[in-house]
């Protein structure tokens, strides 16, 4: 599998710029090819298996979620409408990378063309970023209503959290734009394989036939800034939140109260870490096996876990459900429901 792989290699260098020096010329390739799984390449049916259902199962939770939210009239506070755009964007974010994965697996899809990578690279990280800062909104959010209940509904008015959503968007697809120019200012020359199975920032540098050392630098210090401000303020909010909690005398009352919040926290930790692992480091090079399977972690299973964690844990979505699901059921009006 390997060897046809790199054999598609010299194949794909098919444009070829002045000389720029002597005889001397550069050839640049128009495609990649995305090798995925190094360990795993016998396994192509298998893998195909487990990516269709999960892919499957966070586009019906997700989904189910963003229609509760959006069709049910109690769910229509803040807080649902953070949980649906979050669902929106876990969507969106497994969209742009496991179709071409189940693509590879199945009919050993490999190529994608440079203008695609690059595209694929971008919508990719400037949706990560908005999960960030989408997270970062729901944690201010539950600071606001564990630690100011009473100024809580004059706060976090419809404007104030329609204003956040706009700036998740523009925050999170202005903050990898720098890196993704400086990127496509690099020339790629060959080999064009990437040991991962998505396009991505520093399996992608390894690529260039030029210095990277300033793009690496530019790609950390945006990832660490996204990330460091995001968990920061993350991390304060919390911080007030337990401390509010704990001033609660009932243990009923602190448990109902930590439970509001729990889903959120859950998924931050298992967001953030292997972000921090994979995109805040001084060097490029990596194990392709090792950080495939951490990118997993954020790239697949969050966006999978997320509906189960807010639903499972949930009593106002849980009774969302079975009420539509009766009304689809008994063929009755839903719209009051």
């Not at 109690?74 to 929106?88: A, D, G, I, Q, R």
């Not at 600071?143 to 100024?151: D, E, G, Q, V």
């Not at 460091?228 to 001033?247: C, D, H, M, Q, R």
């Amino acid at each position: 599998m390997r060897n046809s792989a790199e054999e598609k290699t010299s194949a794909n260098k098919d444009y070829v710029p002045p000389s720029l020096s002597g005889n001397e010329t550069l050839t640049y390739v128009t495609e990649f090819i995305i090798f995925g799984f190094p360990s795993l390449q016998n396994y192509q049916i298998i893998l195909f298996c487990v990516f269709l259902c999960i892919y499957l199962f966070t586009l019906c939770g997700n989904g189910i979620i963003f229609f509760l939210v959006t069709f049910t009239p109690h769910l229509k506070t803040p807080m649902y409408f953070f949980v649906s755009y979050l669902s929106f964007i876990d969507m969106s974010y497994t969209s742009v990378t496991i179709p071409k994965m189940l693509a590879k697996f199945l009919m050993n899809l490999d190529t994608i063309s440079f203008t695609a990578c690059f595209a694929q690279m971008y919508i990719y990280l400037s949706l990560g970023s908005a999960e960030c800062i989408l997270l970062t909104a729901m944690a201010y959010d539950r600071y606001l209503a564990i630690c100011s209940p009473l100024h809580y509904p004059i706060i976090m008015t419809k404007k104030l959290y329609l204003i956040l959503a706009v700036v998740v968007w523009i925050g999170g697809f202005a903050t990898p734009f720098t890196a993704l120019i400086l990127a496509l200012r690099l020339p790629f020359c060959g080999p064009n394989i990437i040991h991962h199975y998505y396009c991505d920032h520093p399996p992608l540098l390894q690529l260039a036939c030029a210095n990277t050392s300033l793009n690496v630098a530019i790609g950390s210090f945006c990832a660490a800034l996204i990330v460091f401000i995001s968990f920061t303020l993350i991390f304060i909010s919390y911080v007030k939140i337990i401390l509010a909690i704990l001033k609660i005398n009932s243990h009923a009352g602190r448990k109902k109260t930590f439970s509001t919040c729990a889903s959120h926290f859950v998924v931050v930790n298992v967001f953030f870490f292997p972000i921090i692992f994979m995109y805040i480091r001084p060097t490029a090079s990596y194990s392709s096996d090792v950080d495939s399977l951490v990118a997993l972690l954020y790239t697949v299973l969050t966006p999978m876990m997320n509906p189960v964690i807010y639903s499972l844990r949930n009593k106002d979505i849980k009774v969302a459900f079975l009420k539509k699901l009766s009304c689809k059921l008994t063929r009755t009006n839903c719209n009051t429901v």
